[in-house]
């Protein structure tokens, strides 16, 4: 089994930064894919950002430019950058990991962009 604990969520004013980060423990052996989904109030989760083991990444486009993925093999953990934050990136932000054909998600953290 593998757990997902998110930590970097809070309260923001647009145009602020805020970084997430999410580590993986337990039954690590290869992580494969790592990435970042959204959920707005009212709406279906999406996909805001990927990172393949090699480096590889993928963006949707709301936010290409303004938020960066990364992750640390070795320590098991995916990063999200996000800068020049708007109203409409308010949502809980979850991670996911894929290791094998097994998908594990982190528990949500919360962000909100408001003045």
């Known amino acids: 089994q593998v757990q997902l604990v998110e930590s970097g969520g809070g309260l923001v004013q647009p145009g602020g930064s805020l970084r997430l980060s999410c580590a993986a423990s337990g039954s690590i052996f290869s992580i494969n894919v790592m990435g970042w989904y959204r959920q707005a109030p009212g709406k279906q989760r999406e996909l805001v950002a990927r990172?393949?083991?090699?480096?590889?990444?993928f963006y949707a486009d709301s936010v290409k430019g303004r938020f960066t993925i990364s992750r640390d093999n070795a320590k098991n953990t995916v990063y999200l950058q996000m800068n020049s934050l708007k109203p409409e990136d308010t949502a809980v932000y979850y991670c996911?990991?894929?290791?094998?054909?097994?998908?594990?998600w982190g528990q949500g953290a919360p962000v909100t962009v408001s003045s």
């Open positions: 996911k990991m894929i290791q094998s054909t097994t998908a594990y």
């Open positions: 990172i393949f083991r090699g480096g590889t990444t």
